[in-house]
């Protein structure tokens, strides 16, 4: 359904990614597109210098605060997923009942095409990268968007009623939906994330469970059967459901059996593939091609075809990602894992003895499960950033002592070399956001990366 935005003004709030991407689209549909940006550290000349050439000059842009006047003409709100909705602004602008779209919502008002939108906390990169690449190899023309770092509403006018998208989509994108429609969806996982966003679990499961806004029983939902929050959502999911598991034998769905990857229909199982088939390392990993596999099928791919790209399908970038053998020791870059729960399986895929760096942002989690999951595995922990002091009182909790201080990224990646033995790993998976140091996690994951391979062998 598309909307009827010609001559009329639109507020994107915020000139990230999201935001160039939304005054693109409105500009293309005849909109009059107003950028407010709440940083006064940035000036209009860098925002329009963001946005895309031929929108600098069709687009107001505010800096600051957008008065009640400039309000008065405003038709409908996006706002960046960085932006929460309980925040001034957006509460000034409920009041007014003007309504909010996320960009996701802006951008499936005017696409087309069938949609394959994928969430959870964890995993969400590496099964919508690989379920992209799957996509692309049977349906030719694919677009793969979202909060993988590609704008949706950039390329929603491109698509047509054969092209398929593959959707990355955050919790935050979920909040403001409306007419959104996946005709397959996957919820991963919940567990505990961005609660000083959503305060409560229950609220951001809630966000998560969005996926499946407008889906019927026409259309699938793959969840997972392992994790508490997925699982009780199967019995009151509007769609189909498919589920997968790595604990438990499944009469119907996808589940691990030794090393191999099982299908089973009505208690009739068959293998699909074994673990070992595949280039990914990881329990996560196994879960996340579960996944995959299901959604794939759901969306009429011969099986043949979604095991011969799984086969060849490599690591994600920054995500528990082998970077070099130096000095007889192994890094690897887990950036991306931003949580404790991620970084947990960091942990679980490493098979030596393993130097963490761990510590950032701070988002209100807890750290005592990530810290029991260190084991026999975790034989020195590194801290840095907003977190450190909260990490090692609650390492000091569970007997966990062997921890250290560092104030820069450079001193803890230059103390990791210097302890390392032959034979170690070197694990880079903060269980935090990078925002207290770093731009992003990639920022972050690529200067490990410099790092290491500037190292001598």
Same mark, same amino acid.
């Given at each position: 359904?598309?909307?009827?935005?010609?001559?009329?003004?639109?507020?994107?709030?915020?000139?990230?990614? %999201?935001?160039?991407?939304?005054?693109?689209?409105?500009?293309?549909?005849?909109?009059? $597109?107003?950028?407010?940006?709440?940083?006064?550290?940035?000036?209009?000349?860098?925002?329009?210098?963001?946005?895309?050439?031929?929108?600098?000059?069709?687009?107001?842009?505010?800096?600051?605060?957008?008065?009640?006047?400039?309000?008065?003409?405003?038709?409908?709100?996006? $706002?960046?997923? *960085? +932006?929460?909705?309980?925040?001034?602004?957006?509460?000034?602008?409920?009041?007014?009942?003007?309504?909010?779209?996320?960009?996701?919502?802006?951008?499936?008002?005017? %696409?087309?095409?069938?949609? +394959?939108?994928?969430?959870?906390?964890?995993?969400?990169?590496?099964?919508?990268?690989?379920?992209?690449?799957?996509?692309? *190899?049977?349906?030719?023309?694919?677009?793969?968007?979202?909060?993988?770092?590609?704008?949706?509403?950039?390329?929603?006018?491109?698509?047509?009623?054969?092209?398929?998208?593959?959707?990355?989509?955050? #919790?935050?994108?979920?909040?403001?939906?409306?007419?959104?429609?996946?005709?397959?969806?996957?919820?991963?996982?919940?567990?505990?994330?961005?609660?000083?966003?959503?305060?409560?679990?229950?609220?951001?499961?809630?966000?998560?469970?969005? +996926?499946?806004?407008?889906?019927?029983?026409? /259309?699938?939902?793959?969840? @997972?059967?392992?994790?508490?929050?997925?699982?009780?959502?199967?019995?009151?999911?509007?769609?189909?459901?498919?589920?997968?598991?790595?604990?438990?034998?499944?009469?119907?769905?996808?589940?691990?059996?030794?090393?191999?990857?099982?299908? #089973?229909?009505?208690?009739? $199982?068959?293998?699909?593939?074994?673990?070992?088939?595949?280039?990914?390392?990881?329990?996560? @990993?196994?879960?996340?091609?579960?996944?995959?596999?299901?959604?794939?099928?759901?969306?009429?791919?011969?099986?043949?075809?979604?095991?011969?790209?799984?086969?060849?399908?490599?690591?994600?970038?920054?995500?528990?990602?082998? +970077?070099?053998?130096?000095?007889?020791?192994?890094?690897?870059?887990? %950036?991306?894992?931003?949580?404790?729960?991620?970084?947990?399986?960091?942990?679980?895929?490493?098979?030596?003895?393993?130097?963490?760096?761990?510590?950032?942002?701070?988002?209100? @989690?807890?750290?005592?499960?990530?810290?029991?999951?260190?084991? /026999?595995?975790?034989?020195?922990?590194?801290?840095?950033?907003?977190?450190?002091?909260?990490?090692?009182?609650?390492?000091?909790?569970?007997?966990?002592?062997?921890?250290?201080?560092? /104030?820069?990224?450079?001193?803890?990646?230059?103390?990791?070399?210097?302890?390392?033995?032959?034979?170690? *790993?070197?694990?880079? %998976?903060?269980?935090?956001?990078?925002?207290?140091?770093?731009? @992003?996690?990639?920022?972050?994951?690529?200067?490990?990366?410099?790092?290491?391979?500037?190292?001598?062998?």
């Amino acid at each position: 359904m598309k909307a009827d935005l010609k001559g009329k003004k639109v507020l994107v709030i915020g000139s990230g990614l %999201s935001g160039v991407g939304s005054v693109r689209l409105l500009n293309q549909v005849g909109a009059k $597109p107003v950028v407010l940006e709440e940083n006064t550290k940035v000036t209009e000349e860098d925002i329009r210098n963001k946005l895309h050439e031929e929108d600098r000059d069709s687009t107001k842009i505010i800096v600051g605060t957008i008065s009640d006047e400039e309000l008065s003409d405003i038709v409908l709100t996006v $706002p960046s997923p *960085a +932006v929460p909705l309980d925040s001034p602004t957006v509460m000034r602008i409920k009041e007014k009942n003007i309504p909010i779209w996320s960009e996701i919502e802006l951008a499936y008002s005017f %696409s087309k095409g069938k949609f +394959v939108a994928i969430t959870g906390t964890n995993g969400k990169t590496t099964t919508t990268t690989l379920v992209g690449d799957i996509m692309k *190899a049977h349906f030719g023309k694919v677009y793969v968007v979202g909060n993988i770092g590609v704008s949706f509403a950039e390329s929603a006018l491109e698509m047509t009623d054969d092209t398929v998208t593959v959707g990355e989509i955050s #919790s935050f994108q979920l909040e403001a939906v409306d007419n959104f429609h996946a005709n397959v969806s996957a919820i991963l996982n919940v567990t505990p994330d961005h609660l000083n966003r959503h305060h409560t679990m229950e609220c951001y499961a809630a966000m998560k469970e969005n +996926v499946t806004h407008n889906e019927t029983k026409e /259309d699938t939902c793959v969840l @997972n059967y392992d994790n508490e929050y997925t699982r009780d959502f199967g019995s009151r999911c509007p769609a189909k459901v498919v589920f997968f598991s790595t604990k438990e034998k499944l009469t119907d769905g996808f589940y691990l059996e030794g090393e191999d990857i099982m299908m #089973s229909n009505a208690g009739n $199982p068959m293998k699909i593939m074994n673990i070992h088939d595949m280039n990914l390392v990881g329990m996560c @990993n196994v879960e996340n091609v579960m996944a995959a596999i299901a959604m794939s099928l759901a969306m009429g791919v011969p099986l043949s075809e979604i095991l011969e790209v799984i086969r060849g399908f490599k690591a994600v970038e920054h995500r528990i990602e082998f +970077v070099a053998t130096k000095g007889g020791v192994d890094y690897y870059n887990d %950036s991306k894992g931003t949580n404790p729960d991620a970084a947990i399986q960091g942990i679980k895929a490493m098979s030596k003895p393993t130097i963490l760096i761990g510590g950032g942002y701070d988002k209100g @989690n807890e750290y005592d499960e990530w810290i029991e999951n260190f084991g /026999d595995t975790v034989k020195l922990l590194v801290l840095i950033g907003q977190t450190r002091e909260k990490i090692a009182e609650c390492a000091e909790k569970h007997g966990f002592t062997n921890y250290v201080f560092k /104030d820069t990224y450079e001193e803890a990646l230059a103390f990791c070399t210097e302890s390392a033995q032959p034979g170690d *790993a070197v694990l880079l %998976s903060p269980a935090c956001a990078s925002w207290d140091m770093f731009p @992003n996690y990639e920022t972050r994951g690529k200067r490990f990366k410099e790092y290491v391979n500037k190292l001598a062998d």
